[in-house]
């Protein structure tokens, strides 16, 4: 089993940064993909990057070119660098972790998300 802890949420000023942060505990080894989703009120969680355990990347559409994912396997550890956030960005964010498809069981393990609310 793998736990995940985040921090970092805040209250920010439109055109602000934050740095998001999520470390793995437990079956860490046993981890491939980590990533984060977001879920604003009223609306369905969406992913906003990820990362795969050998650096590759992926972003949605709408964070491309302001936000960052970056992953440091030693801490066991995920980064969401978010710069430029508007208002848009006001969101519970969610870390995730995917394991290889070789463990059982194949499930995916969450946070329990933090806050970050962009104020304009």
């Known amino acids: 089993q793998v736990q995940l802890v985040e921090s970092g949420g805040d209250l920010v000023q439109a055109g602000g940064s934050l740095r998001l942060s999520c470390v793995a505990s437990?079956?860490?080894?046993?981890?491939?993909?980590m990533g984060w989703y977001r879920q604003a009120p009223g609306k369905q969680r969406d992913l906003v990057a990820a990362i795969s355990n050998s650096g590759t990347t992926n972003y949605a559409d709408s964070v491309k070119g302001r936000f960052t994912i970056s992953r440091d396997n030693a801490k066991n550890t995920v980064y969401l660098q978010m710069n430029s956030l508007n208002s848009e960005d006001t969101a519970v964010y969610y870390c995730?972790?995917?394991?290889?498809?070789?463990?059982?069981?194949?499930?995916?393990?969450w946070g329990q998300g933090t806050q970050v609310t962009v104020s304009s």
């Open positions: 995730y972790a995917d394991p290889y498809n070789w463990v059982r069981p194949l499930v995916r393990a």
């Open positions: 437990g079956s860490s080894n046993s981890i491939n993909v």
